[in-house]
């Protein structure tokens, strides 16, 4: 599965933004999918997930209520929507995906495929 990660920018605190992960294959809507995020000189770290139909989703706590993970199956995308935007969002954003969404859906590490990073600045 290539991932294909596009929405990022410049934005002032308390902006929106939203990002968009374009799916290569059909069989995208059997995945579970993943934003996590990298800040300079910062491991990278959870962000949101989703399973495979939409119907479980899951938000790191400094994002929750502000952003919103979503999925259209049927153009092989899922969405970030980020509202509210903080300088401390301030990150490259990663999509990822996985075959099954499992207790362990904010580890990196257990995703299978990645997409390339968005880049996202917020201003103060």
């Known amino acids: 599965v290539q991932l294909q990660a596009s929405g990022g920018g410049l934005v002032q605190a308390g902006g929106s933004l939203r990002l968009s992960c374009a799916a290569s294959r059909r069989t995208f809507s059997t995945y579970g999918m993943g934003w996590f995020r990298q800040a300079p000189g910062k491991e990278r770290e959870f962000v949101a997930a989703?399973?495979?139909?939409?119907?479980?989703?899951y938000y790191a706590d400094s994002v929750k209520g502000r952003f919103t993970i979503s999925r259209g199956n049927a153009k092989n995308t899922v969405y970030l929507q980020m509202n509210s935007l903080k300088p401390e969002d301030t990150a490259v954003y990663y999509c990822?995906?996985?075959?099954?969404?499992?207790?362990?859906?904010?580890?990196?590490?257990?995703?299978?495929?990645w997409g390339q990073g968005t880049e996202v600045t917020v201003s103060s």
């Open positions: 989703i399973s495979w139909s939409g119907g479980r989703t």
């Open positions: 990822a995906a996985r075959g099954n969404l499992y207790s362990d859906y904010d580890v990196d590490g257990v995703y299978d495929y």
